[in-house]
C-alpha cells in the first residue's frame, strides 16, 4: 500500500491534539474503488500476520476504537476482521457498568476482557468511557460509591483518572500486549444522516435508539471530552490514531493499515522445531507414505 496512514493519523505524544484542525472528510488521494481493492489485499495479510501472532504466542494486540455514535466501530469491526480466524480474535462491547461491575474499580471489567498471549482483543468501547461519557455526566461517578457529591469530580479528580488510563496501559505494552488506539473521527453532520438512515431503513430502525438524540446534544461536551482523553493519554507504548470517518470506506482501509504496520513491529515468529522434533516429523511422513 502506497500510503503511510500510521504515520498520517498518529497523534504523538509531544504533539497537541486539537479536534477541530482534523478534517473529518479526509481521503487522501484514494477512491471508494481502489479502496475496496486495498482492503480485501490487506485483510490477507492480516490474516496472516494474525496466524503468526497466534502460534508464536508471546504476546497480544489490543485495538481500542472509541468514536461518537454512528461514526461506524461495529462496520469496521466486520469488515476489517471479517477474515480473521474467530478463534484467535475477541470483541468485547463495554456498555454500562452492571451493580457488580460498579462494586470494584473502574479498570476492572476492562482487566478481564484483555486478550490472552497469541490473540487480538478488540474494545467496542473501552476504559476510556470513564473519562468520556462520565466527564460529560459526572453524576454517573457517584455510582462508583466512592464519592457522596459531583463537586468532588474536580480537575485532580479528571488528572488521577487520566493517570490511572496511563499506567495501565504502560503495564500491559510492558508485559507483552501491544496497544492500538483507534479514534473514528466522524462530524456532527454525518452523524445526523446516519441517524436518518437508521430511522428511514426499515432494517436499521434496531441500531436507533432515542438516547442517541439525547447525547447528540451534548456534543460539544464529547469533542472536548475526547480532545483532552487523547491529549492526556496518547503515549509511545499506547498512542492514539485519530482516522476521519466520515467516508466508512477510508476509515477502515486507513484502520486496517495501522493494525498491520503495528504487528509488522512485533518481530512475530513461526515456533521453530528443535533437531528431535524434526526427526520426528521425518519418520511420520515415512510412515503415513508407506502406509
Known amino acids: ?91 468485547t462491547s463495554f456498555k454500562s457498568p452492571s451493580s457488580k461491575e460498579y462494586s470494584h474499580d473502574f479498570l476492572w471489567r476492562h482487566y478481564l476482557a484483555l486478550p490472552a498471549k497469541g490473540k487480538i482483543g478488540i474494545f467496542n468501547r473501552s476504559h476510556y468511557e470513564s473519562v468520556l ?49 483507534i479514534f473514528l473521527n466522524v462530524s456532527k453532520e454525518e452523524q445526523k444522516e446516519r441517524f436518518l438512515d437508521r430511522i428511514n431503513e426499515d432494517n436499521k430502525n434496531w441500531k436507533f435508539s432515542s438516547a442517541d438524540i439525547t447525547e447528540r446534544g451534548f ?20 498512542p492514539w490514531f485519530v482516522i476521519p470517518a466520515d467516508k466508512k470506506w477510508f476509515s477502515r482501509v486507513a484502520a486496517i493499515q495501522i493494525i498491520i504496520d503495528a504487528m509488522e513491529t512485533m518481530d512475530l515468529k513461526f515456533p521453530e522445531l528443535s533437531e528431535k522434533e524434526k526427526q520426528s516429523l521425518t519418520d511420520s511422513k515415512i510412515k503415513l507414505e508407506n502406509e
Request: aromatic letters at 10%; hydrophobic letters at 30%.
Open 219 to 238: 456534543w460539544d461536551d464529547y469533542q472536548k471530552a475526547y480532545e483532552q482523553a487523547i491529549n492526556e493519554t496518547s503515549t509511545d507504548s499506547a
Open 1 to 91: 500500500m502506497n500510503y503511510n496512514f500510521s504515520e498520517e493519523f498518529l497523534i504523538k505524544d509531544n504533539q497537541t491534539f486539537d479536534i477541530k484542525k482534523h478534517n473529518t472528510t479526509y481521503r487522501g488521494n484514494i477512491d471508494k474503488d481502489e479502496a475496496k481493492k486495498l482492503l480485501a489485499t490487506e485483510k490477507e495479510k492480516l490474516r496472516l500476520l494474525q496466524e503468526k501472532l497466534y502460534a508464536d504466542g508471546s504476546q497480544s494486540l489490543l485495538i481500542i476504537l472509541q468514536a461518537m455514535d454512528a461514526a461506524g466501530k461495529d462496520s469496521l469491526i466486520e469488515h476489517v476482521f471479517g477474515g480473521v480466524n474467530p478463534q484467535g480474535c475477541e470483541v
Open 133 to 181: 461519557v462520565c466527564k460529560v455526566h459526572p453524576e454517573y461517578n457517584l455510582s462508583e460509591k466512592v464519592w457522596t457529591d459531583v463537586k468532588q469530580f474536580d480537575e485532580k479528580f479528571w488528572k488521577n483518572r487520566y493517570e490511572s488510563i496511563r499506567n495501565f496501559e504502560k503495564h500491559l505494552a510492558s508485559n507483552g500486549t501491544k496497544i492500538i488506539k
